[in-house]
């Protein structure tokens, strides 16, 4: 009853409130600076079932409904997220912002067969995120990689020489970090060649905090490289903000 009420009025939350006025550090950190993310880890680690990323993933929302409000994708999106993956049946995955491991975890659920490699610029964010892999039992199968696609090229170079990405290896993508990178790390990725055609990109938040250019690119280059679905929906945890979830299929031209 409590999660269904807060879903729908997330202003009366004070974890809610606590990000906004904590939204400097958030968007510097990719924390939000009062120590929620550590907490969701020992929650998770002390209430979902061990080798069990279902329950997992059942224990960070319950812990974003009940406790604190976070930036994960959430229950809702994730559901559009998983229905985009079985659709791209993807052997590699690129995530770009693991923040606490909750999106991974989902990929790593509906894609079995896949591996995903989760980019996440804050080293903490990273560590939480495999501790919670590491209980759910799937660090086996998500790599999470310190740093951005945007470093001045480090990262993309371990991507390449260390982690075997190469022209057309990519299948999926799942873009949902720093706004204002979405779409220079989208040209990164076309720039390196790693999409293979048919791949799907899903990027979250393009309405709210928002990513204007990213959807201007997409809605430029209808029938011109992508295919694109726009997928109505709510910003994680609640049903007042309404969000927009891009899911862009990579067609290239011969």
Avoid at 188 to 202: M, N, Y
């Amino acid at each position: 009853m409590a999660a269904a009420f807060w879903k729908k009025v997330p202003f009366l939350r004070l974890s809610f409130l606590r990000m906004g006025f904590n939204a400097k550090h958030l968007f510097k950190e990719w924390q939000v600076g009062d120590g929620r993310e550590e907490r969701l880890a020992q929650h998770v680690l002390a209430n979902a079932r061990q080798g069990d990323p279902v329950d997992a993933i059942r224990a960070i929302d319950q812990f974003c409904y009940d406790q604190s409000f976070m930036m994960n994708v959430g229950d809702e999106k994730g559901a559009i997220l998983d229905a985009a993956v079985k659709r791209a049946a993807p052997k590699r995955i690129l995530e770009l912002g693991t923040y606490c491991g909750y999106s991974s975890l989902r990929l790593a659920v509906t894609a079995p067969a896949a591996h995903v490699w989760s980019i996440e610029f804050n080293p903490a964010n990273a560590e939480i995120a495999r501790r919670i892999h590491a209980h759910a039992g799937v660090a086996d199968r998500i790599t999470v990689v310190v740093g951005t696609l945007g470093d001045g090229g480090k990262t993309v170079r371990a991507l390449r020489e260390q982690h075997g990405f190469a022209a057309g290896s990519v299948d999926f993508v799942f873009v949902d970090h720093a706004k204002d990178a979405y779409l220079p790390d989208l040209k990164r990725i076309l720039d390196e060649g790693w999409l293979k055609p048919g791949a799907i990109v899903v990027a979250d938040n393009i309405k709210f905090p928002g990513a204007p250019d990213y959807l201007a690119y997409m809605r430029e280059n209808e029938g011109r490289g992508w295919q694109t679905q726009e997928h109505s929906t709510h910003v994680e945890y609640q049903t007042l903000l309404p969000d927009l979830v891009l899911e862009s299929r990579y067609a290239p031209i011969a």
